[in-house]
């Protein structure tokens, strides 16, 4: 068997045509596009890539984004009066803190002062709280754009045994709550889980959100999976590689998807969906 691709590139295309015809459905109507604020903290070359990324996006659908580049030596203090500036003015629906911050500063506090109605990135607790109770509201990239991947090539996921491995809070922790209210049944496995390979042997459906390349080997995939392979990992050689090994998997699965042209591509997506959302959320156009 050869597993048929997942393209994330395409999907992630169409769903950003799709935000920009809802921002375009808000203007004609004549109302405001949707706005965000994207603040970014030193410079990280990643986090500057993925920045840089995220503010063309929004120009290509229409979306205003407001750039808040602050030196890696700002205090805590300073950034949380920013969050606090950007939570009260009304133009801003969305507001987006690049990650990883510099290590004198607390993630959790700066993520925790964000209004949760503008919290684009799903993160703060609330929001977390509420993909955990199955209840509307932002919800984590990510997660949501190997959703809409899923959907997109109409994969049937109820009653399917899924099992991630990762428990971060960006991927791994809200990844399984979607698998659930998706109605999967649910395995996480993290780096002290025993017989990890039995356990991927034995899933319908396979995230892999780990950081290193090449960890899940090819025939630890059950004929037919779907193998989502979230892992970003940069190699000597400059190229990128997924989690997964990609070639042993694809003889094995029914569907995977490539890094890069995966996941990666649907979550910047996802940004610009959450965006949207939240400002039809905020101030509504009828
Ligand atoms: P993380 O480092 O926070 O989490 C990694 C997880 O892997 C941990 O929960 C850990 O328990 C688990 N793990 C480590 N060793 C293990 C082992 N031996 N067996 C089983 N589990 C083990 O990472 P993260 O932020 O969740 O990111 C994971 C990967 O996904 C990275 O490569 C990152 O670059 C990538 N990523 C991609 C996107 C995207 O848009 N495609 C978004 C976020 C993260």
């Known amino acids: 068997m050869t597993a048929e691709i997942l393209d994330g590139k395409a999907a992630a295309l169409r769903l950003q045509q799709t935000v920009g015809a809802g921002v375009a459905r808000r203007t004609g109507a004549g109302g405001r596009p949707p706005e965000l604020a994207v603040v970014l903290v030193g410079e990280n070359p990643a986090s500057q890539v993925y920045v840089r990324k995220k503010r063309s996006q929004c120009e290509e659908v229409g979306i205003v984004s407001h750039a808040h580049d602050l030196p890696a030596d700002i205090e805590q203090e ?8 950007l939570n ?3 133009n801003i629906d969305g507001i987006l803190v690049q990650l990883p911050l510099p290590p004198h500063m607390d993630a959790q506090q700066v993520i ?23 209840l509307p509201g932002p919800r984590s990239c990510t997660p949501r754009g190997v959703m809409t ?29 979607e698998l659930l209210n998706a109605r999967c049944t649910v395995t996480i496995c993290h780096s002290r889980t025993r ?23 090819g025939d630890w995939i059950k004929e037919g999976a779907v193998v ?15 989690d997964v090994d990609f070639d042993g998997a694809r003889q094995r699965a029914g ?32």
């Open 88 to 90: 009260a003015a009304a």
């Open 78 to 85: 300073t950034l949380l009066a920013l969050v606090d500036e």
């Open 228 to 242: 989502v392979d979230v892992g970003i990992n940069r190699l000597e050689s400059g190229k990128l590689a997924g």
């Open 112 to 134: 925790d002062r964000i209004d949760p109605a503008k919290d684009v990135d799903g993160f703060h607790p609330v929001n977390m709280g509420r993909l955990a109770l199955k």
């Open 255 to 286: 569907w995977i998807t490539p890094v890069p042209g995966g996941v990666g591509p649907m979550t910047v997506a996802t940004l610009l969906a959450n965006t949207l959302d939240a400002a039809d959320a905020r101030d509504p156009v009828y």
């Open 195 to 217: 017989d990890l390979e039995a356990k991927v042997r034995g899933a319908d459906v396979l995230v892999a959100a780990v950081g290193r390349p090449g960890f899940v080997q």
């Open 149 to 177: 991947l899923l959907e997109d090539a109409g994969i049937v996921l109820a009653g399917k045994d899924a099992v991630i491995i990762g428990q971060s809070n960006i991927v791994g922790r809200p990844m399984a709550m």
